[in-house]
């Protein structure tokens, strides 16, 4: 059964029912904004420093859906309780979001005593919840941030709680972030590489560069990886692990790798036929059910083989969505395109979606590569992987290869494909037919000799 509606100091005005939350009593965000709002307007002269907050309770869904949406609300209501006592007589708690609340000290003056208010209430929230005759437990995080100067206004602020929870919940449960100055810099450069790439992927300015794949015996040539390489007329080169995730967050992710799968397969289909074509596709790509669609219509019109083309997906990319992620792989194994999981032993799949998925190829991780000479677990771990991908019938290339000796030690493994440095850097369309054009002149003279 649920608990009575919270009632008394902490629900405010809560006869005024278009500022209260019904679940809980508390404010809402109209209260909230609004309390903040007045509190501004009274320090407009003297704007003494006070402190916001958002609070979000880790995990809750989770929690919903085990125990039923009633006991969901029960635990909310007993938030709302927990935190409502936690206030002076000076603080505002209100429920802002489903499981978000958002809290308002008054007297709060540093960022160290607003960290240190938000680590006791996630303290308080960690004690367990009664559900009937079970119990649950719950972390929070919590971004603050501090009101400095009467040009803030309370959505500034709220705006930089929120990007300071964003920070939070990516540090890990249970975390407060405070919004600080850096962040603030962080925050601004962040959306100014954002609108430019917007403008890079819309005018093709965002180019594929290509990194040899090779046979280990022989070193021949046998395909490239596409990479992406971004140059903006203003801020310079913008590396790919700025960039890319920052499309992926932004759902910027699909157009731009449309455009490069675009400009990939042009250049590819001035290579000999032997040679393939491997791509990466992103997470959100894999839970997409029209990625295969796309990619097909892609292919069509640039009038590339799906039979020389591989695609690549990594174990993290997996496992978002396992269902969906192997209902995109079936569509490309039925287009004829190959698929490699990339980034082997780094993820979270069981050896069992080996099977279920049916990948052609396996990528081994560089972090396994670059220690393979000095450390005997990496050996052993290299072997094993080798001996599995022969009884499951899956090409094998090693990722990150340096060095000769490292190269020689695959080889000596059974390890048939290598890419890395000591192969070739990515590079530019331009230069990586000039390297074809050497490898090819240099495999006649061996003929003729």
Request: charged share 25%; hydrophobic share 40%.
């Amino acid at each position: 059964m649920n608990n009575p509606p919270v009632s008394g100091h902490i629900a405010g005005q809560g006869a005024d029912l278009a500022f209260t939350d019904p679940l809980t009593g508390l404010g809402n965000l109209r209260r909230f904004f609004d309390k903040v709002d007045r509190l501004i307007i009274e320090r407009a002269d003297d704007p003494a420093p006070f402190a916001v907050g958002i609070l979000d309770l880790d995990g809750f869904k989770p929690i919903n859906d085990l125990f039923g949406r009633g006991a969901g609300d029960d635990i909310l209501q007993q938030v709302a309780m927990r935190l409502g006592a936690a206030m002076d007589q000076n603080a505002t708690v209100a429920r802002v979001g489903a499981d978000e609340f958002a809290f308002l000290y008054p007297l709060v003056f540093s960022e160290e005593a607003a960290r240190e208010r938000a680590l006791m209430l996630i303290e308080i929230l960690s004690a367990p919840y009664d559900v009937g005759v079970r119990t649950a437990r719950l972390s929070a995080s919590v971004g603050c941030s501090l009101f400095y100067s009467g040009e803030e206004n309370t959505e500034t602020l709220v705006s930089k709680a929120e990007t300071a929870l964003y920070h939070a919940k990516r540090s890990g449960r249970g975390k407060v972030v405070v919004y600080t100055r850096e962040m603030e810099e962080a925050a601004r450069r962040t959306t100014q590489i954002e609108q430019a790439l917007r403008r890079a992927v819309a005018a093709g300015e965002v180019e594929p560069h290509f990194q040899p794949i090779v046979e280990l015996k022989t070193q021949r040539i046998i395909g490239f990886e596409t990479l992406a390489r971004w140059t903006d007329r203003d801020l310079g080169v913008v590396t790919p692990d700025v960039f890319i995730p920052l499309a992926e967050e932004r759902g910027i992710i699909g157009p731009l790798s449309q455009l490069l799968l675009q400009k990939a397969t042009q250049t590819a289909n001035q290579w000999p036929d032997e040679l393939f074509l491997s791509f990466n596709l992103s997470p959100s790509q894999l839970v997409d059910q029209n990625t295969a669609q796309h990619v097909l219509a892609i292919l069509e019109r640039t009038g590339f083989d799906p039979r020389r083309l591989e695609i690549e997906i990594t174990e993290s990319g997996l496992m978002t969505d396992p269902a969906s992620a192997e209902k995109i792989v079936g569509d490309f194994h039925a287009m004829g395109v190959r698929v490699a999981l990339d980034d082997f032993g780094t993820g979270q799949s069981s050896l069992g979606r080996l099977r279920q998925f049916d990948f052609d190829k396996l990528k081994i991780d560089r972090s396994f590569v670059s220690s393979i000479l000095d450390d005997k677990p990496s050996e052993h771990i290299i072997r094993a992987i080798l001996a599995m991908c022969e009884g499951l019938g899956m090409d094998v290339v090693a990722e990150g290869i340096e060095e000769k000796e490292q190269a020689r030690r695959l080889i000596e493994f059974g390890c048939g494909g290598g890419q890395g440095y000591l192969f070739g850097k990515p590079s530019n369309a331009e230069t990586t037919m000039a390297l074809l054009r050497e490898s090819y002149l240099a495999s006649v003279m061996r003929r003729i000799a």
